[in-house]
């Protein structure tokens, strides 16, 4: 079971980019799909989530708007496309995978991680 997480990067403010986390070793379509961040000295947080049939999703107010989340369980791909980032979004990225029902925002729901992509937006 792997997730390996991409696209991250330096982007000024303003800017976009679009993470990708790509699942092996197991099928997307059981699983809901979060996606978390952590900033230097701060905790882990929530920052979008998506359910196995891409019907529901829910966000962070502070992304809400900007940032969308997105699946392609053809690909076993997730994907966040982060629009007008601010330096604020400053992180390493994560995604992860959930079993269950209902999505989640809190880390412990998660199953399983992939291994984190650096996002700095700076000018």
């Known amino acids: 079971v792997q997730l390996q997480a991409s696209g991250g990067g330096l982007v000024q403010p303003g800017g976009s980019l679009r993470l990708s986390c790509t699942a092996s070793g197991f099928s997307l379509d059981n699983y809901d799909i979060g996606w978390f961040r952590q900033a230097p000295g701060k905790e882990r947080e929530f920052v979008a989530a998506i359910g196995r049939n891409g019907g529901s999703t829910a966000y962070a107010y502070n992304v809400k708007g900007r940032f969308t989340i997105s699946r392609d369980n053809a690909k076993n791909t997730m994907y966040l496309q982060m629009n007008s980032l601010k330096p604020e979004d400053t992180a390493v990225y994560y995604c992860?995978?959930?079993?269950?029902?209902?999505?989640?925002?809190?880390?412990?729901?998660?199953?399983?991680w992939g291994q984190g992509t650096q996002v700095t937006v700076s000018s």
């Open positions: 992860a995978v959930k079993s269950g029902i209902t999505i989640a925002t809190v880390t412990s729901r998660y199953d399983y």
